[in-house]
């Protein structure tokens, strides 16, 4: 009931008008004054979210079964205070009691409150985050009469922002560049492996054509890639060649998988490129080593018949002839060993240039009764244990080359070596005078000029092969840094 007195113009009170409301719909009541309609109650026990009502003091009045659910636990109604959880706690894991929650605040500064974030234990034990919309409800004279409160379990969202995180601390942590892209082909995320790849920094490529990672020559690529893409094909693994942002190229094998959006329609694709450029030298540094393995195979069946020949040149007997193939076969042996491993004790003997190419060619000498068979002319030069591997490798090589095919195939050829430094620099030549080209394509390069060539220029040397008017003329040049190695 509502009075207010009625005045003339004069102010004097000559009267009052009384307004009556029915009151049985008025709040907290939950009943309406038809009795064949709804229920409040009903249509709040019929929502999915969990809501309860309070008096004024915190005291539960209301509660729907959603609530229950959620709190895992049945509140006393006009006794539980607040909410009707068995605990509390902030999104941190902090105990939040309960005159400190959603709707205490709201009750006590008489505020709607949106969104709070809290998490409700069961008795059990589970722990259910939800956000709390704690709304104070006034009498008609202004005076708070309670509050209602919607709770909406964010278990799903939490679980999904979980893996999101978990997801993208995985995507940051890889070495892997990992890139996302849309149906046009243009990047829309870049983690950071994808820069210490590609070279790019992210606000270098949001937004450009990933074709800025293709070289000019694969350009056609992407169209195949994106065409798969839009199909809801998936990429597996295909090895190819990019671009960084420096220009050099890069060896990668790409994992390329569609994503699509609520409906099911391709929107884009998620890309992996790792970096295989050290597998790739891995491998051909293996089948180098296998065509090495397999050359010097070939060239030991060769040598043992050069051998064989040029020890019966001299021999008088069955028994000469064994005894000097015993002496040459073991000098072979450590000729080869040389261009493998280096021994400490091997290491001081032949720890000059001169020392190094006899050891090397005492093998092939032969009978040195009409003349040396290789002479070595010029400077001799200290060596280091890494430079005797490598210029042991390239002198096996020459020598077996000279007994097969050059003037070490001759009863009476000759090999010179000649020596010489000049500032940084350190040259020897190889020289086999009166040798043709008998038995060699000099159109093709064989292994073994492509393995002299290789050792070389890992020492950063220089390395040539040609046949002059003279003979067969080999060129090695190296920085005097590297043979002290």
Not at 43 to 72: C, H, M, R
Not at 180 to 206: C, H, L, P, T
Not at 352 to 363: D, G, K, N, R, S
Not at 424 to 429: L, S, V
């Amino acid at each position: 009931m509502s009075i207010e007195p009625l005045k003339d113009h004069n102010g004097h009170v000559v009267g009052a008008v009384n307004v009556f409301r029915d009151s049985s719909l008025h709040w907290p009541s939950l009943r309406t004054s038809d009795a064949g309609a709804t229920s409040l109650a009903q249509i709040l026990q019929a929502l999915p979210a969990a809501i309860y009502t309070t008096d004024a003091a915190g005291k539960i009045t209301f509660f729907n079964e959603a609530a229950v659910s959620l709190w895992g636990a049945r509140p006393e109604i006009g006794r539980s205070e607040f909410c009707g959880s068995w605990k509390l706690y902030w999104p941190d894991g902090t105990p939040l009691p309960h005159d400190q929650c959603p709707m205490a605040i709201a009750l006590k500064e008489q505020r709607a409150i949106a969104g709070q974030e809290a998490a409700a234990e069961r008795p059990d034990g589970a722990r259910v985050p939800f956000l709390a919309y704690p709304t104070p409800l006034f009498n008609e004279a202004g005076e708070l009469a309670g509050a209602v409160n919607m709770l909406v379990d964010i278990s799903g969202r939490k679980a999904a922002e979980l893996a999101s995180q978990r997801l993208a601390a995985i995507v940051e942590s890889s070495d892997d560049a990992i890139l996302s892209k849309d149906v046009n082909g243009i990047i829309m995320s870049w983690n950071q492996g994808a820069e210490r790849v590609f070279g790019y920094r992210e606000d270098e490529v949001i937004g450009k054509p990933v074709t800025i990672l293709i070289p000019q020559d694969r350009q056609d690529e992407e169209p195949r890639i994106l065409a798969r893409i839009r199909q809801g094909e998936r990429i597996d693994h295909y090895e190819t060649v990019r671009q960084r942002k420096d220009g050099s190229l890069i060896d990668v094998s790409l994992s390329v998988s569609p994503i699509a959006d609520a409906d099911g329609k391709v929107v884009g694709a998620s890309k992996i490129a790792r970096d295989i450029s050290d597998r790739r030298r891995a491998e051909e540094q293996k089948d180098l080593l296998l065509h090495e393995m397999n050359h010097r195979v070939k060239n030991l069946f060769a040598l043992a018949g050069g051998l064989v020949n040029l020890s019966a040149r001299g021999a008088l007997s069955v028994q000469d002839l064994v005894s000097d193939l015993q002496g040459k076969f073991l000098a072979l042996a450590r000729a080869h060993s040389l261009t493998l491993a280096t021994a400490e004790t091997d290491f001081h003997q032949i720890a000059t240039l001169h020392a190094l190419i006899a050891e090397v060619t005492e093998p092939y000498c032969g009978d040195e009764a009409s003349g040396p068979r290789i002479i070595v002319v010029g400077d001799d030069f200290s060596l280091g244990r890494s430079a005797i591997t490598n210029i042991a490798l390239l002198l096996h090589e020459f020598a077996t080359n000279a007994l097969k095919y050059g003037a070490l195939a001759e009863p009476t050829g000759q090999v010179v070596v000649e020596c010489s430094g000049e500032g940084d620099t350190f040259r020897m030549i190889w020289r086999e005078d009166g040798v043709g080209q008998r038995g060699v394509d000099s159109s093709q390069e064989g292994f073994g000029s492509r393995l002299a060539r290789a050792t070389i220029g890992a020492l950063g040397g220089s390395f040539s092969r040609e046949f002059t008017n003279h003979g067969l003329e080999i060129k090695v040049t190296l920085p005097q840094a590297k043979i002290r190695e």
